[in-house]
């Protein structure tokens, strides 16, 4: 324990703490910029600094360590003083157009200036502009950056991509894609980390808000959208909503008033994915020799581009079935246009997700229907769905609830689950353990696969198959330490389920920004909440799958199946494949 | 009115002494990876300050460049902008009427000519070339073997020597030797220059062996049954061995004398390093379980094609033991020996007897300055170091040639040997010098003496010793069918010498003459890609806690030098010349450290690398 004063209160401290987190424990709280918990305490903005008695000049609260008989002062007049005058620097080289600006409302910078009082700026402004490749789903506008270097250690650090880095020198350093190249050529997995956890609009998602306008707003066109699972875990986060009426049936009614034809569940296409990728990790299962191990799971596009570029000898091993977002817009296509009787053509199929990765996997080469239109037409990330609903003015307080659409619309517990880390994996046992037994399991069995931790193994019995071994990770550092300890041996499994996201879809790139908060556990336990209370827990169980299965597919890994359902992995490269 | 007065110098003026003092320094120090850009853009703003204004090139001229090369920042120049950049220089270089005009425009000719890829890297992505951590923490990025300077200061001041030890180890197994002897390229580009002076590195790493006690090695990897041998016990092929061993490999060492430290034993003096101290380090690495084969020469005793048989990864680490010549008539008279020879002869215990002799060195290197101080403490009566340019010219150390000063040697500079004259015998009895002028500057940056004119000069001497540098043995490698390009055995810059083939070279054998430290660090690339070659992927790690810095201020204080014995007291022998840090210098000294691992860039990637 460390006794030490800040501003003077007397205050006992954990040996190693730093002064913020000492200040903080205290409920004393020091203004801040570029830090990032355990990610980045480097002092770069000198936002946080603090005068400590004794001493010439001021230290940075975020990484100067606590010491026994320290007197901080938080708020002194010199700190106070550089702490103004180091915000008035950073905007002098920050273009404010905050009016217009997507980060308006979730703006670090801006809300840390409103606390201080900034009234005025006395430098004159330098804004220095980079051409940008706009083709990418992720943007990065050099004229907000405040260079305070957290995308790059996230993508270095949680994510093990370092596709960000630090260019230049003196004072025109900066940020830039990492080795002289555009984003576009890099194996980026669009995992969005740095955009949710940039302070300013930096980084941005690309907004694609319009073409859905456009859709919307054409007569011709039947528009209809699809949510993902984490999406009603956060969609009202930033909104004028009481938690407690943020359910998904005011969700599905906020999206009619918007304009939607068809408001479908991404939660039906995920027990469809369950129905073809268990059955796949059966047919796996049973013929052990023919396949290589582990399989593992493809509805995340991140991932599936991490392994592509990482690891790409394990291409092999990815189930084949499209992820629901794919697989939901290659039904809507073919199986639903059939049922209204109408042209394929004259469907736009919007989806909502908490991802922006999945802006890329849309447009994969690879996921287009017979005539050659994409399967889904424009995605939208969460923030978008909220932006929308803001222009509009959804008097979200007035709306009743209302079910999804039929018959795209029906889902079970298995399937809300899969927007928490380990819940994919958990739907699909569920479902092989009845494909094999005839018996469902009940419904927890599976619990050991669930919680945040980064990379979890578990091991199940599944009577008849046998024991089955199993591990699920988010986030891509956790991956590639489980990848390599694949390649090295020191580690086996039958079926492995990977998130790109730290915490899962829960804690997506698309996802509300919540500044200096992970709430991916918080959505997470939303869903598993969903889950337990769900009528239906079992993806088989689903009448509507049955019924599509019954009318128009025949059976998992059938033929139809295979030619709407699965995709081949290779039918694309990442950039820099020879 | 008087008609001449004395000036005083004013207030201001000390100010703006003082302030170009500061400046100096920090542009001696600045970090390895600036942008040249950048750099050149710095530069003329300082010489436009500078101008008297009165001509046009250098009052308009330097400022119009100036904003040239803030258009090439900005990444809004093109390929026109750096022709017009260079006409404009080319024009204030041809027409400023004095030299602040002249040489500012000099500095952007040869920043174009030096680092035209960074200047299209610019122009082209509008970024820069330069990579930016290069200088994330100047003492360490300088160090040829990157040991963590900081992390072992911090441990010294905080008085857990033994810890210190080991971190150094982690990346340099010679921790004493490098204490006593290392050339401390660490020290040159210390940020703390920029405040006063360099931290006295090489001192709290000598405080730190001088303290540490026994600190016995770390466990090494499972045994891999894999089986190296490297030739040549020197700091390179001792450092491979270590790191090899330490990794699971079973490690034979051949050494072509009788005992192991290659230049360290039979080249540097044991008054700068004690045998007794040398052998400490050894030990340490044969402790790891090395087995050694001492008197076995290459091609002799063992040959390439048992090597090749018997073993899986071969590190040829041989050093550069042959004098080079100087090419004058008479050099191969009786009493015309090699510095490399006479240092030998020293280092096997066989000390000549100078006594009442008169010896001439010729060179102005560190080998000369240790072949003169050997000779005066082999007795003899008058040492004289004989060189063909400046005192400021010689490659040797200050410190080095200050000692042997102290101790006596007389520098005979601007004196070019010509011929050795000798008796009826064949002994030599004098060096015929020929007096030299400093004459313009070449390409090593000094100025190439050229013959004054004046007569010949004779110096009377007994002893005369050659110390114009040495090179590598080849002939056993031509044997072997080994690449030999310019009197070196030819390897690739991971050290192997082949490609995918199993033998590797390291240390001044495949370079060419350099400091300890350099053939340290070049054993240890050698080890890390042996150990790849063999399919493996073996870290070499500490688990040594840092102390993270204190918080304080850091006001200016004085370096704490290291200090010798009195000269004419050690000149008598051939104990250690040098007396370490007390306690208390130690750890003020430890203080002056700024931290660079912690503060600025240092941080930004997790400070040191904690494994290789």
């Known amino acids: 324990m460390v006794n030490l004063t800040i501003n003077g209160r007397s205050v006992v401290a954990q040996e190693g703490m730093t002064v913020l987190e000492a200040a903080s424990a205290a409920g004393i709280d020091i203004p801040h910029l570029c830090f990032l918990e355990g990610l980045n305490e480097i002092g770069a903005c000198r936002v946080c600094v603090v005068e400590i008695v004794g001493h010439s000049r001021l230290s940075a609260a975020c990484n100067t360590l606590v010491e ?31 009016p217009v600006c997507i980060r308006e409302g979730s703006c670090q910078l801006k809300a840390l200036c409103a606390d201080m009082n900034l009234l005025k700026l006395p430098y004159e402004a330098d804004i220095r502009r980079k051409k940008w490749d706009m083709s990418t789903p992720i943007i990065r506008d050099e004229s907000k950056c405040i260079k305070c270097m957290r995308c790059v250690q996230l993508c270095e650090k949680v994510q093990t991509m370092n596709i960000w880095d630090i260019s230049g020198t003196g004072s025109w350093t900066t940020v830039d894609v990492a080795g002289d190249c555009a984003l576009k050529d890099t194996s980026c997995t669009y995992c969005g980390q740095c955009v949710t956890h940039c302070p300013t609009a930096a980084l941005t998602a690309r907004d694609d808000t319009q073409e859905v306008y456009e859709a919307l707003e054409d007569p011709e066109k039947i528009v209809l959208v699809q949510v993902a699972p984490a999406v009603r875990a956060a969609w009202a986060e930033e909104l004028k909503l009481d938690a407690a009426l943020a359910t998904p049936g005011r969700m599905a009614a906020a999206l009619k008033a918007v304009g939607f034809d068809y408001v479908f569940d991404t939660n039906w296409a995920a027990d469809l994915t369950i129905m073809e990728e268990a059955s796949e990790f059966i047919q796996r299962f049973t013929h052990y020799k023919d396949y290589k191990w582990p399989m593992f799971t493809s509805c995340c596009p991140g991932w599936v581009r991490f392994v592509k570029s990482q690891f790409p000898n394990f291409t092999y091993n990815l189930s084949t079935a499209k992820s629901p977002q794919q697989m939901f817009g290659a039904v809507a296509k073919s199986y639903f246009a059939e049922k209204l009787g109408i042209d394929p053509k004259k469907l736009y199929c919007v989806s909502l997700m908490p991802c922006v990765s999945k802006k890329s996997e849309r447009a994969l080469p690879t996921m287009v229907n017979d005539a050659g239109d994409p399967d889904v037409d424009a995605v939208i990330t969460t923030r978008e769905f909220e932006r929308m609903l803001r222009s509009r003015g959804v008097a979200l307080n007035l709306l009743g609830e209302i079910p999804f659409d039929s018959p795209l619309g029906e889902s079970t517990g298995a399937a809300v689950i899969f927007g928490a880390t380990g819940g994919v994996m958990d739907a699909a046992l569920r479902t092989a353990y009845h494909m094999v037994t005839g018996e469902n399991p009940d419904a927890d069995s599976f619990a050991a696969v669930r919680g945040l931790e980064g990379w979890k193994e578990a091991e199940f019995t599944i009577p008849g198959a046998g024991s089955v071994q199993v591990a699920v990770v988010s986030g891509l550092g956790n991956t590639r330490r489980l990848m390599e300890a694949l390649e090295e041996g020191s580690v086996h499994y039958d079926f492995v389920e990977v998130m790109a996201c730290p915490g899962g879809c829960a804690g997506g790139g698309g996802q509300p920004i919540s500044p200096d908060q992970e709430l991916a556990g918080v959505r997470g336990d939303k869903l598993w909440g969903l889950d337990k209370v769900a009528h239906l827990r079992y993806s088989h169980e689903n009448p509507a799958v049955q019924t599509i299965y019954k009318e128009y597919l025949g ?23 020879k | 009115m008087s008609r001449l007065v004395k000036r005083s110098v004013g207030r201001e003026q000390s100010i703006a002494d003082g302030l170009y003092a500061d400046l100096g320094r920090r542009i001696a120090v600045a970090p390895p990876g600036t942008c040249p850009v950048d750099m050149a853009k710095g530069f003329l703003s300082l010489c436009s300050a500078q101008s008297c204004g009165k ?22 120049g093109d390929e026109k902008t750096l022709e017009h950049l260079e006409e404009t220089a080319r024009a204030v270089y041809d027409s400023a009427d004095c030299a602040i005009g002249y040489d500012a425009a000099n500095i952007v000719l040869s920043s174009l000519r030096g680092f035209r890829e960074d200047y299209e890297s610019h122009i082209r992505s509008g970024r820069c070339k330069t990579g930016f951590f290069t200088g994330a923490v100047p003492c360490v990025e300088l160090c040829p073997a990157n040991v963590d300077v900081p992390g072992y200061v911090a441990l010294v001041r905080e008085g857990r ?41 090489r001192g709290l790493k000598r405080y730190a062996i001088e303290n540490a006690g026994v600190v016995p090695p770390p466990a090494g990897e499972v045994s891999t049954g894999k089986k190296v041998a490297v030739i040549g016990g020197g700091p390179s092929g001792l450092t491979a061995a270590y790191y090899l061993r330490l ?6 060492l051949y050494e072509r004398r009788h005992r192991l430290g290659g230049m360290l034993r039979y ?5 700068r390093l004690p045998f007794e101290l040398l052998n400490q380090d050894i030990d340490h690495i044969l402790s790891t379980g090395i087995e050694v084969h001492t008197a076995v020469s290459l091609g002799q005793e063992i040959t390439y094609e048992e090597l090749d048989k018997n073993f899986d990864a071969i590190l040829m680490a041989t050093g550069s033991h042959l004098a080079s010549e100087c090419g004058i008539p008479g050099e191969d008279a009786e009493n015309v020996m090699s510095a490399v020879y006479l240092l030998r002869e ?28 050997s000779a005066v403490r082999f007795g003899a009566e008058r040492v004289y170091c004989v060189y063909r340019r400046r005192r400021e010219d010689m490659t040797a150390l200050g410190d080095e040639i200050e000692g042997a000063l102290a101790e006596g040697v007389e520098l005979l500079t601007l004196k070019a040997p010509m011929r050795v004259e000798t008796d009826d015998s064949g002994k030599a009895v004098a060096l015929w010098v020929k007096p030299q002028t400093p004459g313009l500057i070449d390409s090593s940056g000094r100025p190439k003496p050229t013959n004054a004119s004046l007569p010949e000069e004779r110096l009377d001497v007994d002893i005369i010793v050659m110390a114009v540098g040495q090179k590598a043995e080849t002939e056993m490698f031509e044997k072997a069918g080994l690449p030999i390009n310019r009197g070196l055995l030819q390897a690739m810059p991971n050290g192997q010498v082949m490609r995918n083939g199993k033998v590797f070279a390291s240390g001044e054998c495949a370079t060419k003459p350099g400091s300890a430290i350099q053939a340290i660090s070049s054993g240890k690339i050698a080890a890390a890609n042996i150990d790849e070659f063999l399919g493996f992927d073996h870290r070499i790690s500490v688990d040594v806690d840092i102390p ?37 210098e130690a750890e003020a000294e430890a203080s002056r450290c700024l931290r660079c691992d912690h503060y600025g860039c240092g941080i930004l990637k997790g400070g040191s690398a904690r494994k290789w």
């Not at chain 1, 026994?68 to 550089?82: C, H, I, N, Y």
């Open chain 2, 247 to 252: 990794m699971g490999h079973s490690v034979t």
């Open chain 2, 548 to 584: 993270a810095p204190r918080s304080e201020d850091k006001p200016l204080r004085g370096r704490v030098n290291t200090s010798l014995r009195p000269a004419p007291l050690r000149k008598l022998d051939f104990d250690g010349i040098e007396i370490g840090l007390t306690h208390e």
């Open chain 2, 161 to 201: 020597c033994a810890d210190a030890v080991r971190l150094i180890r982690k990346d340099n197994p010679f921790p004493t030797v490098c204490a006593l002897v290392c050339e401390h390229p660490c020290e040159d580009h210390c940020r703390r220059r920029v405040l006063d002076d360099a931290v006295n590195i």
């Open chain 1, 555 to 577: 059976k998992p890994l059938g033929e139809k199946s295979h030619h709407l359902l699965h995709t081949n992995h290779f039918g694309w490269d990442m950039p820099g494949k």
């Open chain 1, 68 to 98: 026994e008989g320290m007197e901080v002062l938080t708020d002194s007049p010199k700190a106070r003083r550089a702490r103004r005058t180091n915000l008035q620097l950073i905007l002098s080289q920050h273009r404010m157009n905050c």
């Open chain 2, 346 to 373: 020293a280092g096997a215990e066989r000390n000549p007897d100078f006594t009442g002799k008169k010896v001439a060195v010729v060179g102005g290197g560190n080998v000369a300055m240790d072949a003169a101080r």
């Open chain 2, 267 to 271: 080249g540097i003096p044991a008054y």
């Open chain 2, 55 to 76: 001509c046009v090139p250098c009052r308009v001229g330097i400022q119009q460049m100036a904003a040239l090369l803030e258009e090439v920042l900005r990444g809004e």
